[in-house]
């Protein structure tokens, strides 16, 4: 790393001070600093370490510089620090081990580095990030955080976009904010998890359907607010464990609408954890609703255009954590080509034709998918260019750039699986739980026919699915 420039060692102790004090406001504002300061644009062109000496992403994979602020630079180096240290130190002893490994490195990202107030004002505790820019930030922070474990970049994935909905420009919602300070600014890490029409709902017919998809709830107004109804509700991520679920429902007008309920609440309850094929971080469990009652003032979106706009969200934060296992993947496939030799011929693995063909195409997905997903950032980020971000065309963007980075995903770890033989499902290489992990993702957030089905509606104007 001799061709960038280090932070000054002063800043650098100053800075872990204020993340062992749990300070996220100063430590946001000190990234402010930062940015204003750092102006080697050359120097710090290459953003994105894994460890010193080691790879460049921005050399290998390159996206767009100019669209990635200083601050956005900043974070990621921070949480590639926290990768190292919190969870790829400790994978080899620990492996998934979620009160030994993956609970601790889950505080010190949401409590003590601060992504789980960042879109708090300053004045409240929080970090202050609540404009669209907030969108590229967390796109350069979760392909680090899926770097170092998918499982824990899905539970943030979850609560940046349910958070998205009420904390950032314009529909920032002050007394909404206010309210929740005690949950997202305090010292216990707050999950939030969203709960999307699905197939399988346990109330099918009951509560109506968005875009063919079953809502998991039946709810009915009542004083104002509104009472919720459901068995085996299945949240995205965390039943047993989450603080908020953002739960999608029929308002009654065909409208979508979501609305925050505590997992504290009368008549929520959440059963056993399951077994998963993956997310080892996400304790996740069905939820039972009898009549559950939220004021409206935790409505915290309504109409089709927001809903929207809260899935574009979401599908990118997914599509950045993949990339990030993407890139583990790529880290693992070159350490094998590089020191593996063909028996019998003494030539390097990687030099055989077959092999660097299947290692060309595996890099290509990486690349295509990095630019893709830092694209879908930017048009987020910039709704002033770009448009409302729940537009349908962005939406449509947004689906389309998820489902070809989970493609991309399972291709390039299918092919890195095949070359490594039976070394590519042995845990050691960690290769298996990445391909675990993204499978997850892949199959629960959207499911590939209702993907399919609702682009036919935005490209060729379909009616009748």
Sequence with gaps: MADYKALPHWLAVWIEIIGQFRLP?????????????????????????IVEGEMKYQEIFPVPREWVQDIDEFMAETVTRWAEQEVIAGRLEHAED??????????????????????????????????????????????????????IGFLYANSFALQHAFAVEPHRNGELLQELVPVFCGDEVAVGSLVL???????????????????????????????????????QCSGKTAALFAVAFDAGDGEPAVVLLKSDDDGLSSGEPFKKTGLAASLNA?????????????????????????????YMCC?????????????????WGDTRVIKGKGQEFKENPLVASLMGEA??????????????????????????PGSQATYAT????????????????????????????????????????????????????????????????????
């Design 25 to 49: 406001s100063v430590f946001f504002a000190v990234c402010r600093v930062i940015e204003s300061v750092r102006v080697d644009y050359e120097a710090c062109s290459k953003p994105f370490m």
């Design 286 to 314: 069905d939820l039972d609703l009898k009549e559950v009652e939220a004021p409206g003032a935790l409505v915290i979106l309504r109409g089709e255009e927001r809903f929207r706009e809260m899935l574009s969200v979401y």
């Design 398 to 465: 947004a689906t389309v750039i998820f489902k070809h980075v989970t493609r991309s995903a399972m291709l390039s770890m299918n092919n890195t699986m095949e070359l490594m033989g039976s070394a590519g499902y042995a845990t050691e290489w960690n290769l298996e739980r990445y391909w675990r992990d993204v499978k997850c993702i892949e199959n629960s957030v959207i499911p590939e026919t209702a993907a399919r089905v609702d682009l036919a509606r935005h490209f060729f104007g379909c009616r009748t699915l």
């Design 363 to 388: 890099a290509g997905g990486i690349a295509t998918s990095r630019v893709l997903t830092y694209n879908l950032a930017r048009m987020l980020s910039r709704p002033d260019i770009y448009g409302p």
């Design 98 to 151: 979620y009160d030994k490994l993956l609970v601790p490195a889950i505080r010190k990202l949401f409590i003590d580095i601060g992504l789980q107030s960042m879109l708090w004002p300053e004045e409240l505790g929080g970090g202050g990030l609540g404009t669209p820019e907030a969108a590229m930030t967390v796109a350069t922070v979760l392909e680090q955080v899926g770097f170092a474990d998918t499982g």
């Design 319 to 335: 599509a950045a954590i993949c990339v990030g296992s993407l890139l583990a993947t790529y880290e693992i496939l070159k350490v």
């Design 197 to 235: 029409p699905g197939y399988g709902s346990g109330n099918p017919g009951e509560g109506g359907a968005f875009h063919g998809l079953a809502y998991q709830v039946a709810a009915e107004s009542r004083n104002g607010g509104w009472a919720l109804s459901g068995k085996a509700v299945r949240p």
